[in-house]
C-alpha cells in the first residue's frame, strides 16, 4: 500500500505551517504609532497609550516608554502620580527615566519614542 504524502513531506508541511503560526502570533499592533493630545498628559504624571506610557516629568518635557514590566513582560497598567506600576508583582518604575523605584524588576523601562507635533504627541516603538 502507498501514501499518498510520506512522512519526510507531512513533516515539512507542518513545520511550515507551524512557522507561520508563530509569526502570526508575534505580529500584533505592539509597534503601531499611538496618538494623544499633549492635554490628555498630567504634568508630573503619565498616561497609558495602547503598549506605550507617555510621561510628562516636567511642563512640555515628554518621555515615552514600552508598558511591557521588565520583570515578566506584564502591561503596565497603573499610574500613581510620577510612578507606574506593574499589577503582576508590584514593580514601581519613575515615569522621569524609567528607573526602578521597587519590586521585583531590576532593568529599567525600554524607552520609546515620542514626537509632539503642535498638540498631539505620536509615540513609537
Keep these: 500500500m502507498t501514501h499518498p504524502c510520506s512522512r ?4 515539512l508541511g507542518s513545520a511550515t505551517t507551524l512557522a507561520g503560526v ?22 508630573g504624571s503619565a498616561v497609558i497609550v495602547g503598549d506605550f506610557i507617555l510621561a510628562q516629568p516636567t511642563a512640555g518635557e515628554y518621555k ?9 513582560r506584564a502591561k503596565i497598567t497603573k499610574v500613581d502620580g510620577s510612578h507606574v506600576i506593574c499589577p503582576a508583582h508590584g514593580s514601581v518604575f519613575d515615569i ?20 509632539v507635533t503642535g498638540d498631539t504627541a505620536t509615540v513609537t516603538s
Design 96 to 115: 522621569t527615566d524609567g528607573s526602578v523605584v521597587s519590586g521585583l524588576a531590576r532593568d529599567p523601562l525600554k524607552a520609546a519614542t515620542v514626537e
Design 22 to 43: 508563530v509569526l502570526a502570533a508575534c505580529g500584533g499592533d505592539a509597534d503601531k504609532a499611538k496618538e494623544i493630545a499633549v492635554s490628555e498628559v498630567p504634568i
Design 64 to 72: 515615552a516608554y514600552s508598558a511591557a514590566c521588565t520583570h515578566q
Design 8 to 11: 519526510r513531506m507531512f513533516l
